[in-house]
């Protein structure tokens, strides 16, 4: 099966920094990508839509400065959450689908804690 | 506006059958999906139901009704590793997923 990778799994920083976040599809090609963001006891927030090779398309309320993503080929995609703040902790999940198909393959999240 | 709508919390018990529902209204219809959720972790796929009617896998079934905007996802054989959040989401005209708040089904013994 389809199988999504994310990196790191988790991670601590700093206020004021920035992380960065990879997703990779690793058996498929991955002509879109998303970016969901969860807090505790809440569902999925997309965040941004991201096609290769062109700019992502974020959804309303979402800083694209802040928050910048690139997707330079068919097998990676990458968020980085910049001057990062304690709010922004939460668990940042992506998802990939190929070009064909309506499923999106998730990977296993990331969950960042800004102190 | 689209909407989806499912419970928020069930209850049942082992070894029982449960069935978590879902109405949708959205602009325009590409499919519907379950996922589960465990606590802390990425969702995982259960079902696609794109055409009325139900669809079974193992334990699992899922139903669909276009007409009415409902789906439903059917646990069967109730065990405890099956607690965790359940959410149903729509695929719209434009082919982005719309997601429900998801239903945390609680599994006792």
């Known amino acids: 099966g389809a199988v999504v990778s994310q990196h790191p799994s988790w991670v601590i920083c700093k206020s004021g920094t920035s992380v960065k976040i990879e997703c990779r599809s690793l058996d498929f090609q991955a002509t879109t990508m998303f970016w969901y963001r969860q807090f505790p006891k809440q569902s999925l927030m997309l965040m941004a839509t991201?096609?290769?090779?062109?700019?992502?398309?974020?959804e309303q309320g979402v800083e694209k400065d802040k928050f910048l993503i690139n997707h330079a080929s068919l097998t990676l995609s990458t968020l980085t959450v910049t001057s990062a703040h304690p709010e922004d902790s939460s668990f940042y999940i992506c998802s990939a689908r190929d070009g064909g198909g309506r499923e999106q393959y998730f990977g296993p999240g990331t969950r960042l804690t800004v102190t | 506006g689209q909407n989806i709508d499912q419970p928020t919390e069930m209850t049942a018990t082992e070894g029982a059958i449960v069935q978590i529902n879902c109405t949708y209204q959205?602009?325009?219809?590409?499919?519907l999906f379950w996922y589960q959720q465990h606590a802390g972790e990425a969702p995982t796929f259960l079902s696609y139901?794109?055409l009325d009617g139900l669809e079974e896998k193992g334990r699992f079934s899922s139903f669909l009704s276009r007409s009415k905007g409902y789906s439903y996802l059917l646990l069967k054989e109730l065990q405890m590793k099956d607690s965790a959040s359940y959410l149903c989401?729509?695929?719209?005209?434009?082919?982005?997923?719309?997601w429900g708040a998801g239903t945390k089904l609680i599994i006792k013994p």
């Open positions: 139901n794109v």
């Open positions: 959205t602009s325009g219809f590409n499919g």
């Open positions: 991201s096609n290769e090779g062109s700019k992502a398309t974020y």
């Open positions: 989401a729509v695929m719209d005209s434009n082919y982005q997923l719309i």
